[in-house]
């Protein structure tokens, strides 16, 4: 299928230039306009949407971009999503990233088409360079969730990353822990490196290492069974605690603890990360910290909306996390 690249490469300009073109013709000259137009009837670019009168026009559609559409953190984000999209009447396009920006890309590309309206960001994973040449145009609004870039001021619902891990790390020491590793997601993850800043700055606060307790995950279940299995290993001065960052991983921990035959928590203490579902019905039942995931998604969508309908808007809103308390923590022993 034709894409807008294929538009600016026959027209000779930038798909920043098409993307102009289609979305806000005033601003370009007639005559890159008309070669645009005759570029979308060459290459048979979005027949349909694309070639009427290079006008703009509302699709009453949102593209929300997950990561990884099988993660069930995102289900309760998406349903605030949708709750909020469906009354003011407007539906909402799943799109899974697959945590492949070349996908991300792909939908990116259905804004200057008029087949979407605006874009909700579940990840970090998309080239930046679309990024910033959506956000530069006031037609294509753009709204982050959960996570955010560290260099382009996106409109963001998120939490307190930073202050969350800051919060798990000073309960397990009130437990009596010395020796607490932390499993992260993804390093180069902006999210990840505020949860890892805070889990740093706490155990230095209280006159303790973290250096050798740092290993990387990627949210799964599938990671944080094979990172507990080598966090554990018995060759080694095994940690008492792990501070995960995702429930998933934290699940996959307590497989890895029952396998090497160690107790939870009197030999060991987990914390998760999120409150999904499993957390509250695996077993021991996980203490994790809560993030408001349907308010998340209802808020995301109310500042998208707002954007769409030039309000004024709170562009960076952070929302309070929760540290929920189950069976799997208690103290050290010793």
Do not use: W
């Amino acid at each position: 299928m034709p894409t807008i690249k294929d538009v600016a490469r026959v027209a000779g300009c930038s798909t920043a230039t098409v993307s102009r073109a289609l979305a806000n013709p005033e601003k370009v000259s007639d005559t890159t306009r008309e070669r645009v137009a005759l570029a979308i009837a060459e290459v048979g670019y979005a027949p349909n949407v694309a070639a009427r009168n290079l006008r703009r026009a509302e699709s009453k559609t949102i593209v929300a971009l997950l990561p990884d559409i099988s993660n069930p953190f995102f289900s309760e984000i998406i349903n605030g999503m949708e709750e909020v999209a469906h009354q003011a009447g407007y539906q909402v396009l799943i799109g899974d990233c697959e945590h492949d920006p070349a996908r991300a890309e792909a939908y990116f590309e259905l804004l200057p088409t008029n087949q979407a309206d605006g874009i909700l960001l579940l990840t970090a994973e998309v080239p930046a360079v679309l990024v910033r040449q959506a956000d530069g145009q006031s037609s294509f609004p753009l709204v982050m969730a959960c996570e955010f870039f560290t260099d382009i001021d996106l409109p963001t619902v998120a939490i307190d990353n930073h202050q969350a891990a800051c919060h798990a790390i000073d309960y397990l020491i009130s437990l009596g822990h010395r020796r607490i590793a932390t499993l992260s997601g993804p390093a180069a993850n902006p999210i990840c490196k505020e949860r890892v800043r805070g889990y740093r700055g706490t155990l230095a606060a209280h006159g303790l290492s973290a250096e050798a307790h740092i290993v990387e995950g990627d949210f799964g279940f599938r990671s944080g069974y094979q990172q507990g299995l080598a966090l554990l290993d018995p060759a080694q001065a095994r940690p008492t605690a792990i501070f995960c960052h995702s429930d998933e991983m934290a699940i996959g921990v307590l497989k890895a603890a029952r396998q090497l035959g160690l107790a939870v928590p009197g030999q060991l203490s987990v914390v998760g990360f999120d409150n999904i579902g499993f957390s509250e019905y695996c077993e021991p039942e996980l203490t994790t910290i809560s993030q408001p995931r349907n308010e998340i998604g209802q808020q995301a969508m109310q500042l998208l909306l707002g954007l769409m309908r030039d309000k004024p808007v709170v562009r960076h809103q952070t929302l309070s996390t929760q540290l929920i308390v189950r069976k799997s923590t208690g103290r050290a022993e010793g």
